[in-house]
């Protein structure tokens, strides 16, 4: 296995807002093909540590791969970010965390893993590919009812009914078993010249399997919420979203814990990427960067 020509989304605007710092320890909650971890690393020399957490394990390979120059400073372990307590322990304390969300570009890039329409492949989805339901068992599972409800919850698809009603009908001559099979079918249940302008047919369908099979958006509050309980005083945490259900989650997350727990947040607008980067690396161009801090306490003067 070789590492994987991997271009981070935002990486100088996320080392700016960890700030690494020799000795400090950091976590990149959803490490990916661990480019945030390298600029992190590389940023903390020559003492700061990291520990990188993924669900994937061929995403976890080929990050050990590409941070393996680092020797000990860096640590990995498979697992969810919604158990982050249970899986670094709650007396673990970080200055920097950061969460990366949706399908990285190993995902999508493998026919193999079902995430992209662009190319032909089993319609898999799951970023674990041990455990879970398929894309294809949600298809042929769920009712016609459930299916819409799913599209126009997840992927706030205005043709939800419509695609739900052609995906029923079309698994009566047989499984859908392909992801072109799927944006075939998509596809023709929406009049041509109603098509969006930017984005493929079948975009929004494809994001709301991915999502309802990855529980993605259904625990990341909680996720934010427990990685605030593991900074150190000053410490961080950041988050890169890539559409508007996420992006919400994080927000209210924020607000509702500056007003509750007293964090303070760093980002009053999320912070977006350059036209040079969008140019350079198209999937960015949905990214939005957020970050809160635990304030250091200072001790009452009398």
């Known amino acids: 296995m070789t590492v994987s020509v991997h271009v981070p989304v935002l990486p100088d605007e996320v080392v700016a807002l960890l700030r690494p710092r020799p000795a400090g320890r950091y976590l990149d909650a959803t490490i990916g093909l661990g480019g945030h971890a ?7 020399e020559p003492t700061g540590t990291l520990l990188g957490i993924d669900r994937d394990a061929e995403a976890l390979a080929l990050a050990r791969q590409r941070l393996a120059s680092f020797g000990g400073r860096v640590t990995t372990i498979q697992g969810r970010y919604e158990a982050l307590e249970q899986l670094v322990g709650p007396a673990s304390r970080f200055d920097g965390i950061l969460f990366d969300l949706g399908a990285s570009s190993l995902q999508m890039d493998a026919a193999e893993r079902g995430f992209s329409f662009s190319r032909q492949g089993p319609l898999d989805m799951r970023m674990d590919r041990g455990v879970g339901r398929t894309a294809a068992d949600l298809l042929g599972d769920l009712s016609e009812e459930e299916l819409a409800d799913l599209i126009f919850q997840w992927g706030e698809e205005r043709w939800s009914r419509r695609i739900a009603r052609a995906i029923v009908m079309a698994r009566q001559e047989g499984p ?9 079918v998509v596809g023709r249940s929406i009049p041509r010249r109603l098509w969006p302008r930017h984005i493929h047919p079948a975009t929004r369908t494809f994001q709301a399997l991915r999502i309802a099979v990855n529980e993605e958006v259904s625990g990341l509050g909680p996720a934010l919420e427990g990685a605030t309980r593991l900074l150190a005083p000053g410490g961080r945490v950041a988050v890169i979203s890539f559409h508007s259900l996420e992006d919400r989650t994080v927000k209210q997350t924020w607000r509702r814990l500056e007003a509750e727990a007293g964090l303070r947040i760093v980002t009053k607008r999320p912070v977006t990427p350059g036209t040079a980067e969008q ?18 306490a200072h001790p009452e003067v009398d």
């Open 38 to 44: 390298e600029a992190i690393l590389r940023a903390s």
């Open 176 to 184: 859908i078993a392909t992801t072109t099979d799927l944006a075939t």
């Open 279 to 296: 140019h350079a690396n198209p999937r960015s161009r949905s990214a939005k960067l957020r970050a809160l801090e635990q304030p250091i």
